[in-house]
């Protein structure tokens, strides 16, 4: 039974002094102080403090103050307070759904780590329905997972008509990744070495950025969040118009 009580509005000691009054009907604090281990200090004050709450009747007999429940009364009054804070949740309720619709959806985010792990991670792109987005260096790619890894990986990629979107710097792969385009079905922008190196793979899919650091260690994480993914995507297509 306790766990109901503390359920409701009483705490460890509020509720022994309820299910004592409840027992035992009309007692002072004295009488409940010989029957629980509890100072009478305490007693008084929680006892009062159940009075002022409308769970238990105060009376006096030559000046002491005696304490009973009132099973009915206690009923109701319950039955009122939930009636109460009901009707209080009805109004604040939609306030809240209000303040909170603007609010940006908290990331989703999946740490990666060691070489099977992130070659994983980089397959899930194959199961994706139409296309992703990818800033990448195919040296490393290949250098980490290897060449038959990536050779199976666009194979299986342009056989499951999944296109990639891709923006690389130029490097040692990257001219004949380009002329390969059509058939390995992928859109590739090739910037200038002095642009800088784009280390690794950032991809963007299905609402999720997928970043791996491959350069000697093996690592990475998946972000999923909606407006993540769309600032990623506005930033790659503000450098493929720069081509």
């Keep these: 039974m306790k766990e109901y009580f503390l359920k409701l509005w009483f705490n460890t000691k509020e509720y022994k002094v309820f299910l004592y009054l409840t027992e035992y009907w009309v007692s002072s604090c004295s009488e409940i102080w010989k029957h629980l281990e509890i100072p009478k200090s305490t007693i008084n004050f929680i006892a009062d403090h159940l009075w002022k709450r409308w769970f238990i009747k105060k009376s006096f007999r030559w000046k002491t103050g005696y ?27 939609p306030i ?8 940006i959806s908290r990331p989703k985010i999946t740490f990666i ?16 329905k139409w ?15 290897g060449k038959d890894f990536m050779d199976n990986f666009i194979r299986n990629r342009a056989k499951n008509n999944i296109f990639c979107n891709a923006i ?46 491959l350069n000697k260690i093996f690592s990475g994480v998946i972000i999923e969040n909606r407006e993540f993914y769309e600032t990623m995507k506005t930033i790659f297509n503000i450098c493929k118009s720069k081509e």
């Excluded at 296309?131 to 997972?145: N, P, Q, R, T, V």
């Excluded at 040692?172 to 200038?192: A, G, Q, V, W």
Aim: glycine share 0%; net charge negative; hydrophobic share 35%.
């Design 168 to 213: 690389s710097t130029k490097w040692k792969y990257e001219e004949i990744l380009k002329m390969n385009s059509k058939t390995e079905y992928r859109n590739l922008s090739i910037f200038p070495k002095n642009s800088g190196k784009i280390y690794s793979s950032i991809t963007m899919y299905e609402n999720k950025v997928l970043i791996l650091n």
């Design 113 to 128: 780590d060691w070489l099977d792990n992130c070659k994983k991670a980089y397959l899930e792109l194959l199961k994706i």
């Design 131 to 145: 296309s992703f987005y990818e800033f990448w260096s195919h040296e490393d790619l290949e250098d980490a997972f």
């Design 96 to 103: 809240l759904e209000e303040k909170n619709k603007n609010i």
């Design 67 to 93: 304490y009973e429940v009132d099973i009915e009364a206690f009923k109701k009054l319950i039955n009122s307070e939930i009636l109460e804070k009901q009707n209080i949740l009805r109004e604040i309720i």
